[in-house]
């Protein structure tokens, strides 16, 4: 008798941990995975220096984020060409992610100025499924 309940507390054991692991199926993303990924779209663009890429899931509430890319110029038009390049290349990144509301900004060298989909014509919500709408993806 006792045999039989340590098989069947083990195999009860293992019921609960496979449950608390991923899906099967399904890759294991972190919040550090989707702002990694965000930030690598945009890291190699000409003319950005340094990118800050953040994502936070908020249980039942959504997620939010932010990738402030920080130029290498203060030039207000170089660093719309950066955000025109920059935004699609972000809304293809996140091919396939959940929804999320990202912020989304070109601070100038000087940090005295920036840009973001606003100064491109967009006026949305910051939500992904409103960026891929108004770049028609």
Same mark, same amino acid.
């Given at each position: 008798?006792? $045999? ?9 054991? +293992? ?12 890759? &294991? ?6 702002? +990694? $990924? ?17 994502? $936070? @899931?908020? *249980? *039942?509430?959504? @997620? ?6 920080? &130029? ?13 390049? +920059? ?5 293809? +990144? ?14 100038? &060298? ?26 028609? $993806?």
């Amino acid at each position: 008798m006792r $045999k039989i309940l340590t098989v069947l507390a083990a195999g009860l054991l +293992a019921m609960v941990l496979a449950g608390c692991g991923a899906t099967p199926g399904t890759p &294991a993303t972190s919040d550090q995975d989707y702002a +990694a $990924k965000y930030k690598a779209a945009v890291e190699p663009l000409a003319h950005v220096a340094s990118v800050e890429a953040r994502y $936070k @899931s908020s *249980g *039942g509430m959504g @997620s939010s984020g932010n990738i402030f890319m920080h &130029a290498d110029t203060s030039d207000r038009d170089t660093m719309l060409g950066v955000l025109r390049e +920059a935004f699609p290349a972000i809304v293809d +990144a996140a091919a396939g992610d959940p929804e999320v509301n990202l912020a989304i900004q070109v601070i100038s &060298a000087d940090g005295a100025s920036a840009v973001s989909p606003a100064d491109l014509g967009y006026s949305g919500t910051g939500n992904l499924s409103s960026y891929r709408d108004f770049l028609g $993806k």
